[in-house]
């Protein structure tokens, strides 16, 4: 167990802890970067990496796609409200 990016770079796999949980497990072939996987627990729960929640403005709640082929991981905006006559002409601002 280490601390130390430098010396986690030189193991062939690598599980992090965040918030007391595991997070994520990185795999590498000898000499190689590796691949980062996140942990799917027994619940079904993940923790995205930090970097990911930052870039993509994930905050609170965030709203999930079934895709064919992966889950699409979206921040909870809402959606535009459609225009009335009531609200036609009326800037954002103004309401």
Do not use: K
Not at 1 to 18: A, G, K, N, Y
Not at 62 to 70: C, M, N, Q, S, W
Request: no cysteine.
């Amino acid at each position: 167990m280490t601390h130390d990016p430098l010396v986690s770079e030189q193991v062939r796999r690598t599980v992090r802890i965040r918030d007391g949980r595991t997070s994520s497990e990185t795999l590498r072939e000898r000499g190689g970067t590796g691949q980062e996987f996140t942990v799917l627990d027994r619940a079904g729960r993940l923790q995205l990496p930090g970097e990911y929640v930052e870039r993509y403005g994930l905050r609170g709640r965030v709203r999930l796609t079934a895709e064919p082929d992966h889950v699409g991981v979206w921040p909870d905006v809402p959606e535009p409200a459609a225009e009335t006559t009531e609200t036609a002409g009326t800037s954002e601002q103004e309401l």
